[in-house]
C-alpha cells in the first residue's frame, strides 16, 4: 500500500508540536533526534525529519507528499504548493524593527535603506506594495544584530513576545505578516494518497476543534435552565437530566475557549452551582 510521506522539522521551535499533533491524530511513531525517517505504525504513512527551510522543496519536488511549516516559510519559499490547513500553533508575526533611537514616521522611513532579513521574498513583496525603494540584506540568523554593529537600519524578523528586539535595542514598527504553522502538499497526489490526506486532516480538524472546546457540566435550579441554555449554544442543544434533589438539574454543554470565563461568571450569577469543565480530546461535528 502506498504511503503519505509526511515531512516535519527536525529539531526547532515547531518539532514538539508537530509532533505532538500526529500522535493525537492517533499516528503512532518513534522520534529519535537521529532518525531521518520512520514509518508509522498504525497509519499509511512515513514522517520524514527535515530542516523547516527546505520543506517546501521537498514537498514541491514530490519528496515529501506533504509538510508543516511556518506560514512565513511557505510563503517565502513561494514553491509550487498548496496550503491545506491552519494549525493553529506556532503562531508569531514577522514584523520591521528599528532602533529604539530612531523617530520612525512610517513606511516613507524605510526608503533608501538597509533592511536585514532572512526573508527577502516577502520583505521584496512589501516594499513594492508601500512603493518604497530599500535595500533587502539577507543574513541566515541572529538578523536583530544587524543594525548594532552597523550592517542595517532596519530589521525584518519573527517576533512573538518582542523581548529579543527589546534586548537588542530595537522597537517594532510594522507587522508585514502573521504566522502560525501550517499543513502544505504537493500540487499533485495520486487518489490513494490524497485519500490518505483526507483521512488525516480529518483527524486533524477533529483534534483542533476538540482543543478550542471544553466539556461542561453543571447543577441548575429547574427554573434557571432556560436562561442558562441561552448562555450556553452547545453542539445543539444541551443535555438536562434531572438530580435526586427536587426542583434542581445537571446540564451537560460544550463551550468555546474564546469567551469561557465571561460565561462562567454569567453562569453563576444565573444561580448554576457545581461546575466542571473538562478537556475534550475529539471532536467530530
Ligand atoms: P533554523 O532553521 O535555523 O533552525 P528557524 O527560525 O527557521 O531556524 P525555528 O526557530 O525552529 O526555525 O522556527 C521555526 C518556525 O517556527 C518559524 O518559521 C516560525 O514560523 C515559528 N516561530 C519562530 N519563532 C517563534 C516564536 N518565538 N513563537 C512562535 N513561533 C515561532
Ligand atoms: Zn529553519
Known sequence: MEKLKIAVQKSGRLQEKTVALLKE???????????????????????????????????QDAVADIGIVGENVFIEKNKSIKLIERLDFAKCRLSIAVPKSTEYTGTAFLEGKRIATSYPFIVTKFLQEKNINAEIHEISGSVEIAPGIGLADAICDIVSTGSTLLSN???????????????????????SKQEILDKLIFRIKAVNTAKNNKYLLL???????????????????????????EGWSSLHSVVNEDDFWNKIDQLKSLGAQGILVIPIEKMIL
Do not use: H, W
Open 169 to 191: 535595542g530595537l522597537q517594532e514598527v510594522e507587522t508585514v505578516m502573521k504566522s502560525e504553522a501550517v499543513l502544505v502538499a504537493g500540487q499533485q497526489l495520486s487518489t
Open 219 to 245: 447543577n441548575t435550579p429547574n427554573d434557571a435552565i432556560e436562561a442558562i441554555t441561552k448562555v450556553l449554544p452547545g453542539m445543539k442543544s444541551p443535555t438536562v437530566t434531572p438530580l435526586n434533589e
Open 25 to 59: 491524530c492517533g499516528l503512532s511513531f518513534s522520534n529519535g533526534p537521529n532518525r531521518l525517517k520512520t514509518d508509522a505504525r498504525n497509519f499509511p504513512a512515513e514522517i520524514l525529519y527535515l530542516r523547516d527551510d527546505d520543506i517546501p522543496q521537498y514537498v
